[in-house]
């Protein structure tokens, strides 16, 4: 039997195939996603559960320039062989705050600085519709909102009423936390929490409110965003109600971290128990999922999952 290799860290998904690393196939997921009909998902899980490595599937699934690695990508996976007519049919914008400074006075950089990010990245696989480099400049900008309002306008004076944009947030709530909490903080500086909190994290999602939709002045037809917690999320959204909360779906207790069946697929994929002398597969599974936990993010879900 070939065994596969275990990838370490961020992996993204276009390495499993191509590296024969292990992979817990959720695939089936884009599509229960695409069956929900809202316009905006919102998907929170604790850390390490795999929610960057679900948003890589969902941009190598829909996005138009990823598309010659499609079959590469996907071969052996339940949506290769169920694929919907959105495939490779977005142009996807990814935007990731994991790495925005969680200091107040340097969120506002870092939140233009993480949006300039995802832009250039879009430039990059579509240049005659994003930013050109010469307007990808922080210092031009007063707010993510302001840069994600000339990014719009120009994606619409260039790509046409029928092009449609996936929007990919992943760890929107980590400089929203920042923000938004008062804990430790003075008068002062709550003060000054407040009015960030107006002119950078409402704001934004109120001006992707204002593009999502289905007519051509609205040319972000799909929302995907990812978090660990909702703390910030009633304030985020109250410029943005029209995300649909799925962390609790039991539909969806399963699209990260690990089933016991998926689980017991990885060790056979990965362990050869003729070199552990006689530990077996059932010792190995026990104390796995003792030492790593069993979630249940749904009171209505059927099974418990491992990080």
């Known amino acids: 039997m070939a065994f596969r290799k275990i990838g370490l860290g961020n992996v993204p998904f276009s390495y499993f195939n191509k590296r024969n690393l292990v992979f817990a196939d959720k695939t089936r997921y884009v ?25 890589d599937i969902l941009q190598s699934y829909y996005d ?131 009015a960030l909190q107006e002119r950078i994290v409402k704001s934004f999602y109120a001006c992707i409110k204002s593009f999502t939709g289905d007519s051509a002045e609205q040319p972000i037809a799909g929302i995907f965003i990812t978090g660990v917690s909702a703390v910030s999320l009633d304030s985020v959204t109250s ?19 690990f089933t016991h069946d998926e689980l017991s697929k990885v060790i056979d994929g990965t362990v050869d128990f003729r070199r552990l002398g006689g530990i077996t597969k059932d010792q190995v599974m026990e104390v796995m999922e003792r030492r790593y936990d069993g979630y249940s993010f749904s009171q209505y879900a059927d099974e418990r999952i491992f990080c």
């Open 64 to 194: 138009r320039s990823l598309a010659a690695g499609f079959d590469a990508n996907f071969s052996g996976t339940w949506i290769n062989d169920h694929r919907t007519p959105l495939a490779s049919s977005y142009y996807c914008l990814r935007f990731d705050f994991s790495l925005v400074p969680p200091l107040l006075d340097r969120i506002s950089q870092g939140f233009i600085g993480a949006v300039i990010a995802g832009l250039t990245d879009f430039t990059v696989s579509y240049p005659d519709m994003g930013l050109p480099p010469e307007r990808l400049n922080p210092d031009l900008y007063d707010s993510p909102s302001s840069l994600l309002l000339a990014f719009m306008c120009n994606f619409m004076l260039h790509a046409g009423p029928d092009a449609r944009i996936f929007l990919i947030i992943d760890e929107y709530d980590y400089p929203a936390s920042h923000v938004l909490s008062s804990e430790g903080k003075t008068s002062r500086e709550q003060a000054f929490s407040a």
């Open 239 to 257: 410029g943005f109600n029209i995300a649909t909360d799925i962390s609790s779906d039991a539909e969806f207790n399963a699209m990260a971290g």
């Open 31 to 55: 599509q229960k996603l695409e069956e929900l009909g809202s316009s905006a998902v919102m998907f929170l899980r604790p850390r390490r559960f795999g929610k960057t490595l679900f948003t």
